[in-house]
């Protein structure tokens, strides 16, 4: 797994796969919010006015789903939450003043981007479920206007606990610096993997 | 009726209050008086006349009702029941379905768009076609279920209570129709008096539990029924006893809207002012020997 630049984190088609997600998590959002808050609602122009907002937003999310299942299932095996991860999420306060030498030992992931990663997976099938039962002109007519008052309360909250949980999925990017370069060349230092994810670089390196 | 200037006081989507919310215009409200209502369609057929609506003819389904239900074309449809009443016999209950024109309208809750769903001063609800995006959110906003979003244009419609009419002191076509007056139109404190003499008279002819269906949940209607079985508006078609708008409704398109605005701006905020004053997480012990290479 390692090379003459450092340790390979994620390969090309991976890297392709989260941008296609982040790009379309991004258009999704803003015809989202044009359609939650009427001071948003100047979005819509971004789209070609309302009546498009409402005619692509849902094929955006739907992509975006597609291509969230792939990933999926290439990376749910790294993401299964240990003790050590709860006990490192429990010492957040020791994450967010930098004292890593408190915190457990982190393997490829660590206790917030596990944890970001499940709500991300529960709040994408409630937006496809709750989503498919107003999907006009295709869909909604399976479904009773009961059913379509609580799929768009289930549909607004999932896509607000997914938005606030992007915002810090992105901070968190910014913050950690070398992170971003890991998702752009897919390669990170080995001084940046000793210190995140030492776990992880023991496991590639043999902990050399 | 004199004519009156359609003035919006309420509109969807829209934070602030328009203007002419401060007009104080004659509430006007069209009363259906099931109890002289024979059942005869021509309401029907006035309305589609005059907003040149043409339902597709469908199939029957065994009933008077014709077509079955409220559709993107039919703005008005009479319901037809029967019930059985406490002397053995048959109640043939009719109703005339359509938008009751609520004082707190759902459908204007609900609607993403500005100014997609008007309030006039008047209290009548409209809709405007060129702002409707089609999404169908007035569909899940109305405590009647009367909103229809048309198969050919994807925008919402309903009835008017012929705005256009009434803006030029006409009563809706509907009413102009009725041939044993059972529907009136006017000011809506003129119909409840009339309402109310209708129910005495009622009262006088067996019918005790007679009432006005002009439900408080909804903050009143601007389109009224005289029930003649008021102790079971359900029987009529199933209008809903006590109509409010939904609260998961509420909850999304109240509460929730500025909690989540606030708290996705308030962690953005909180990213930058962690950023500010602890600095960003470097690897400062870079003893990388493979980079050197």
Redesign the interface.
Same mark, same amino acid.
């Given at each position: 797994m390692?090379n003459?630049?450092?340790l390979v984190r994620y390969k090309g088609s991976d890297r392709l796969n989260h941008w296609l997600i982040a790009i379309l998590f991004v258009l999704a959002t803003l015809g989202g919010l044009?359609?939650?808050?009427?001071?948003?609602?100047f979005l819509?122009g971004l789209f070609g006015?309302?009546?498009w907002?409402?005619i692509l937003h849902p094929f955006i999310g739907s992509a975006m789903f597609v291509l969230f299942v792939l990933i999926f299932f290439k990376f749910w095996h790294h993401n299964v939450l240990t003790a050590n991860d709860r006990k490192w999420l429990s010492q957040i306060g020791d994450v967010?003043?930098?004292n890593h030498d408190r915190l457990p030992e982190v393997g490829r992931y660590n206790g917030g981007q596990k944890a970001a990663f499940w709500v991300m997976v529960l709040t994408m099938i409630l937006l496809v479920v709750s989503g498919l039962a107003?999907w006009?002109?295709y869909f909604?007519h399976y479904f009773s206007?009961?059913v379509?008052?609580?799929a768009?309360?289930v549909h607004?909250?999932s896509a607000?606990v997914l938005?606030?949980t992007i915002?810090?999925h992105v901070?968190a990017a910014?913050?950690?610096?070398?992170t971003i370069g890991a998702m752009w060349t897919g390669v990170v230092?080995?001084?940046?993997a000793r210190?995140?994810h030492p776990g992880w670089f023991k496991e590639v390196t043999g902990g050399k | 009726m004199a004519i009156q200037a359609l003035q919006v006081v309420a509109q969807s989507?829209?934070?602030m209050t328009p203007p002419a919310s401060a007009a104080k215009t004659v509430h006007v409200a069209k009363l259906i008086d099931i109890s002289s209502c024979i059942g005869c369609k021509a309401c029907q057929v006035a309305c589609m006349e005059w907003n040149e609506t043409r339902p597709v003819i469908g199939d029957t389904d065994g009933t008077y009702d014709n077509p079955v239900e409220l559709g993107a074309n039919a703005w008005t449809v009479m319901k037809f029941n029967e019930i059985e009443n406490a002397k053995g016999g048959i109640d043939w209950l009719i109703r005339k379905d359509g938008c009751m024109h609520c004082e707190d309208p759902g459908c204007l809750k609900a609607c993403?768009?500005?100014g997609a769903i008007v309030k006039l001063d008047n209290g009548i609800v409209d809709f405007n076609s060129d702002?409707c995006?089609?999404?169908?959110?007035c &569909?899940?906003g109305?405590p009647f #279920?009367v909103p229809r979003?048309s198969?050919t244009t994807?925008k919402a419609t309903k009835c008017t209570l012929c705005s256009d009419r009434v803006s030029v002191g006409n009563e809706p076509a509907c009413v102009k129709a009725c041939p044993t007056q059972a529907l009136t139109f006017g000011p809506k404190d003129d119909r409840i008096k009339y309402a109310n003499e209708r129910i005495k008279d009622l009262n006088g002819r067996g019918y005790d539990k007679a009432s006005l269906y002009n439900p408080q949940g909804v903050g009143g209607t601007h389109v009224m029924y005289v029930l003649p079985h008021g102790d079971k508006p359900t029987a009529y078609n199933g209008l809903p006893a006590d109509p409010k708008i939904?609260s998961?409704?509420g909850?999304?398109k109240g509460i929730?809207?500025p909690i989540?605005?606030l708290?996705?701006a308030a962690?953005?905020f909180a990213?930058v002012i962690?950023?500010a004053i602890?600095g960003?997480?470097? &690897?400062d012990?870079?003893?990388? #020997?493979?980079?050197k290479?």
């Open positions: 390692s003459q630049e450092g044009a359609m939650f808050h009427p001071s948003m609602f819509t006015g309302g009546s907002t409402r967010l003043n930098k107003f006009r002109p909604s206007v009961d379509t008052r609580v768009a309360l607004a909250v607000w938005i606030l915002i810090a901070y910014l913050w950690v610096k070398g230092s080995r001084a940046w210190k995140h | 989507a829209t934070t993403p768009s500005p702002k995006i089609g999404c169908g959110y &569909v899940a109305c #279920d979003i198969q994807n939904s998961t409704v909850l999304w929730m809207k989540a605005l708290t996705m962690t953005v990213g962690h950023y602890k960003p997480d470097t &690897v012990d870079d003893h990388d #020997d493979s980079k290479s």
